[in-house]
């Protein structure tokens, strides 16, 4: 499926709607974010944690590696990574996210994934990557892996 938006407000809604269709346990929980710096991520984030309730300012995890979210009036949580400084697939496993993944209340946003493409081949996925078209316009493509 792929959107071509022109506004913070048209991928905002992507956002949304994915994040409703994930809650409603129609897509994988574990959400790759994939594109240039600049297309677009962690609007996207920011978005899809509005878009469940949740009112705290969602801000990139660069430096901290990860932020969690509790989600209002749900049992999930909405794990935000940032893998820009990862190098090394075992980084992910010194941060306890195997065990993050195969928890049922979690919902993971993982932008740069393809700093450690092995870790997530065989994780059933969805793939959210962004292609800057020009300045305010952007290509945003799901796929889903099951």
Request: hydrophobic residues 40%; glycine residues 6%; charged residues 20%.
């Amino acid at each position: 499926m792929t959107h071509t938006t022109r506004t913070l407000a048209q991928t905002a809604q992507v956002a949304a709607t994915l994040a409703q269709e994930i809650v409603a346990d129609k897509h994988p929980r574990l959400v790759l974010l994939q594109g240039d710096l600049g297309g677009g991520k962690t609007t996207f984030c920011q978005a899809f944690g509005k878009a469940l309730g949740i009112e705290q300012d969602i801000t990139s995890p660069t430096f901290v590696i990860m932020k969690s979210y509790p989600i209002p009036g749900d049992q999930h949580t909405l794990h935000h990574l940032d893998l820009y400084r990862i190098e090394k697939a075992w980084e992910l496993e010194e941060l306890g996210l195997p065990a993050i993944i195969q928890d049922p209340t979690a919902i993971l946003l993982v932008e740069w994934p393809n700093k450690t493409p092995e870790f997530w081949t065989d994780l059933p996925h969805t793939l959210v990557d962004f292609q800057v078209i020009d300045e305010t316009s952007r290509k945003i493509t799901i796929h889903y892996k099951s």
